[in-house]
């Protein structure tokens, strides 16, 4: 797991969205279902793809009740089938009515993300290009979806805002200019005794020329280019700076990016532009 899926992260966002999920109460369970009854529950495969959300489902569970038991049958990054069951879980049935949805809902979008992510990690096999995730995310929701992304192969780009310098096209239209950013940039890691990575986005050749001649960065990263003409920017980039792919790729277009030597290839579609994976929580 990436650093913001320390235990404090995890919970945070499990009691959120149990609040949300719940309010003042389950109140269909609490009128149908005595206090007291008990009983257990699998959680069932209706599709195939690779599976995600089990440790985060584990969490969910003991969170409303650490007196629920689990028993697991599939771990995260598990291939599965129709008719595979995932987990039994047993105890206080108002307990595993409180988790269903939140289980679920966790589970069947970070298994499509998983599921996607995999196909392409799959598809550029044999090159040296790896993916990347991006910030294009559900609100609230970045966390699942990034440690999605990672049990399906993918490399986790940066959580946020705070934790590197990407400066992207209008970062450079704001400020002035390509030099003007880099400058900057360059004069805010130093006046605030930082050492936050400078990563810059280039929209053209011309763009790519002022940062070579510039320097400074850690990442350069093309967006929009075309496989020919990214083959060509990663020869004059010469091994000097690390390269990053982006703009619209998906599994049509991925291999031939991976097969120009860029080092690394960001797609939104990841975690914007999925599936959910369709599981069922069924009691026994």
Partial sequence: MFEYQAPEHIQH???EALKEDLGDGDHTSLATVPASATGSANLLVKDTGVLAGVELAKAIFHAVDPNLEL?????????????MIVLEVGGISQSILKAERL??????????????TRSLVQIIQGTKAKLLDTRKTTPNF????????KIGGA????YGLFDMILIKDNHV??????????????????SRSKTLAVEIEVRNEKELEE????????????????PEKLRDAIRKIDGRFITEASGGINETTVRAYADTGVDFISVGALTHHIKSLDLSLKAK
């Fill in 13 to 15: 966002f499990i009691q």
């Fill in 71 to 83: 028993t697991l049958f599939k771990q995260d990054g598990d291939w599965v089938e129709p008719g």
């Fill in 103 to 116: 289980v679920l809902n966790c589970m069947q979008r970070m298994s499509g993300i998983a599921t996607y």
């Fill in 142 to 149: 970045r966390l699942a979806e990034k440690w999605a992304c």
């Fill in 155 to 158: 490399t986790n780009h940066r």
């Fill in 173 to 190: 239209d704001f400020a002035g200019g390509i030099a003007a950013a880099l400058e900057k940039a360059f004069a805010y890691n130093l």
């Fill in 211 to 226: 940062v070579l001649k510039i320097g400074g960065v850690q990442r350069i990263m093309l967006d929009n280019f075309s």
